[in-house]
């Protein structure tokens, strides 16, 4: 599971960063415009991947494809269906049957929590399986504290690197950061699948999450939050809003949530005390429009 390098100059920071040119992810369609012409874009591929642990078949996710063997580790690290005591012996991938199982010493069923589903708001409709809640009461998120000068040089950088979404739209993007410097860069057709490959490389690289910052393009749902306080992250940044239960659930937890980040603005609607308000606001620059993204709450 090597992870695949940034080569670039303004990927340099990065220890997986986005390919925009990379085979299979994005397909040329040939449409007409709204003046008739004749005009051909890239649009995002979009494929399933259905994925095992050990025996059971857990789950069909819809996604563009790339690191299915994060995608799949984070998925069932981020479900309560791996733990830290679980000694993963392999993964395999099947890029024919669109495949990917994991494999554990022991054995596990999961049949039960099979059973009961809650569809998520996320695009690409996430899945989370059984309680949502089902584990949350007992993490304690580190309160390890984040300067706003940090958050300004990220979001500079991020809304700056090369990606699917500049270059075909329709994804979302996650970005696990340290400090000021952003580290992997995934992106998927749902945001759920971004944070869980994120996930999914923390799990193989046995990264921690203590003083870690999550950044993501897209809104801050119930399942984002419940997904990085799994993952331990203390912090969730993103450039687009908010839902009533995501503010809710980081208020109980005590995660430090900042969204509609954009140039000089943002707001915290919880965990502010985690906050160094080490930087003026107004020396700050405004947002290029030619390096903003679309789409406030996407």
Known sequence: MGAQLATEDNTAEYLIAPDPGAARLTRAVRGVDHTGAVSQIHVVEERPLTIFLNSQEIVTAMTIGDYPDYLALGFLRN????????????????????????RTEIETSYEEKLKKKTRTSGCAVGTVFGDMMDGLENIELP?????????????????RTPSLYLEAGAIHGTVLCHRDRPLVYMEDVGRHNAVDKIAGWMLSEKVQAADKILYTTGRLTSEMVIKTAMMGIPVLVSRSGFTAWGVEIAQQLGLTLIGRM????????????????DVDPGSVAEEDRKTRRKGADG
């Open 79 to 102: 479900q309560g269906m791996l733990h830290d005591s679980d000694v993963i012996t392999r993964v395999d991938y099947d890029e024919d049957l669109e495949t990917v199982v994991v």
């Open 143 to 159: 309160a390890t504290p984040v300067r706003t000068s940090w958050l300004y040089a990220l979001a500079a950088k991020i809304n």
């Open 262 to 277: 954009r140039g000089q603005r943002f707001i915290c609607l919880s965990g502010e005390d985690r906050l160094e308000r």
